[in-house]
């Protein structure tokens, strides 16, 4: 069994309005040196593949196909045994 | 053959009942729903996919509903040369579907707009606007929270170029590109808008702008 975690984020092009409304309040907030803020959605997938790979190459079809709209989102994908400690 | 039109029922839909009351009562075409389990689309040559929240927009806009099982059918249907017009949720599936090009972000002011606002007409050669007068300018409501229209440079560019932009905002309410509002397919068949001519085709609700957009639909099958 795998877990993958899978994060997914606006596009860098592409303006993240939630991301900056959060970045003004982060800097009204005296938080200075925190300079770009982008949110994006988290999803994690349970996973019952033989390998690493297989597990991966999974979650990427995922995406591909559902989980992020290439369009408008980027994602990154990190599998781990699953009960192995973060 | 005149138009049969089939109004895809989503879980979430809610624009369903009133294309149907329009298509069927002010347009007077022959009108029927279809379910999303629905495995066909039956006689139906005209196919319709309302505004709302299907499945409740649960990971993006429309991304769960374009693998309804119907979808499969309208997809096929579309890429024969099927005319499918999807309005404000229905947009967002026909975009997620890639049965037209581009997204629908997130509104840049982050807030769900609900108002009238004035469309211009970009193009009165399409089957969906023939009725209308070129650079005619329409009111019609919008109620998105997600209708900022979005594609890379040469997909834009290719829009332009091509005729594909039939509406755009005259005063852009959510952040849309070049102030898109509603598009046409490279193959001219299919139309996706974010404004609701549906509520705008009654005096009783306040305008009949959005008329034309359906009589000059069903007209092109005459």
């Not at chain 1, 079809?61 to 709209?69: G, T, V, Y």
Request: aromatic share 8%; hydrophobic share 40%.
């Amino acid at each position: 069994m795998y877990k993958s975690k899978i994060s997914i984020s606006v596009r860098k092009n592409i303006l993240d309005p939630q991301g900056k409304a959060v970045e003004h309040s982060l800097k009204s907030m005296g938080f200075e040196k925190i300079l770009d803020t982008r949110i994006g959605k988290y999803i994690e997938l349970v996973i019952d593949a033989s390998s690493e790979k297989e597990a991966f190459d999974l979650s990427e079809e995922a995406c591909k196909k559902l989980l992020a709209n290439p369009v408008m989102e980027d994602y990154t994908i990190a599998v781990q045994k699953e009960g192995e400690q973060n | 053959m005149p138009a049969k039109a089939g109004i895809v029922v989503f879980p979430g839909s809610n624009c369903d009942n009133d294309l149907y009351h329009v298509m069927k009562n002010v347009i007077k075409a022959d009108t029927e729903f279809l379910w999303h389990k629905d495995g066909s689309i039956g006689d139906r040559n005209l196919i319709f996919l309302p505004g709302g929240f299907s499945y409740g927009d649960y990971l993006r806009c429309g991304a769960i509903a374009r693998f309804s099982p119907i979808m499969k059918e309208v997809i096929r249907f579309a890429n024969n040369g099927g005319v499918v017009v999807g309005i404000c949720n229905g947009f967002q599936v026909l975009c997620e579907a890639g049965l037209l090009p581009g997204a629908l972000l997130v509104n840049e002011s982050l807030e769900f707009i609900c108002k009238t606002v004035t469309l211009k007409v970009e193009n009165n050669k399409s089957i969906f606007t023939a009725d209308y007068g070129i650079k005619e300018e329409i009111n019609i409501p919008i109620a998105h929270g997600e209708g900022n229209y979005f594609c890379d440079d040469e997909t834009l560019q290719e829009l332009i170029s091509n005729n594909q932009i039939l509406f755009t905002y005259a005063d852009n309410p959510n952040g849309s590109l070049n102030n898109i509002a509603g598009i046409q397919n490279k193959e001219r068949n299919i139309v996706g808008l974010m404004p609701h001519p549906e509520r705008a085709s009654e005096v009783e609700l306040g305008g009949t702008d959005g008329t034309k957009f359906f009589q000059s639909i069903v007209a092109s099958f005459d």
